[in-house]
């Protein structure tokens, strides 16, 4: 099984890089992780969560699982959450790390659209609620 992981690191210049490895179109971190990886407290992290599941904008059913392991023979469960979720995280949070990840996400999204087959045809990208992925259509 391939391990996903994304990373946020600082250089010697203060310039940020954000390097993923997605399985699947997403990576799966917990509150700890996502705390880590922006720079933040967990609190922060369950509070942008609460926000962003009791305004709609996702279901936590939908946009997480649950991994069950045991600990000195207890069994504990821990609650990862997708892209989808860290996407949204990244835009509530202010640290530098967030500023660096929204800017990866934007760039990611706009280099996709840039490609040279993009350039030469008109995209529409649709989405609504009922949709599960966008419907993006090249016109000619």
Request: hydrophobic fraction near 40%; glycine fraction near 4%.
């Amino acid at each position: 099984m391939e391990q996903e992981y994304i990373s946020i690191k600082e250089n010697d210049r203060g310039e940020f890089t954000v390097k993923a490895k997605l399985v699947n179109g997403t990576v799966w971190l917990s509150q700890w992780q996502m705390a880590t990886l922006f720079n933040v407290y967990t609190k922060t992290i369950e509070s942008c969560l609460r926000s962003i599941f009791n305004a709609g904008l996702l279901t936590e059913n939908q946009v997480s699982r649950i991994n069950v392991f045991y600990n000195e023979g207890k069994r504990k469960e821990q609650r990862f959450y997708n892209l989808d979720v860290l996407i949204l995280v990244g835009f509530r949070i202010s640290s530098l790390e967030a500023k660096a990840f929204r800017e990866w996400v934007l760039k990611g999204f706009s280099g996709y659209m840039n490609r040279e087959y993009n350039q030469r045809y008109a995209s529409v990208i649709i989405w609504d609620n009922n949709m599960k992925e966008p419907v993006i259509t090249s016109l000619n």
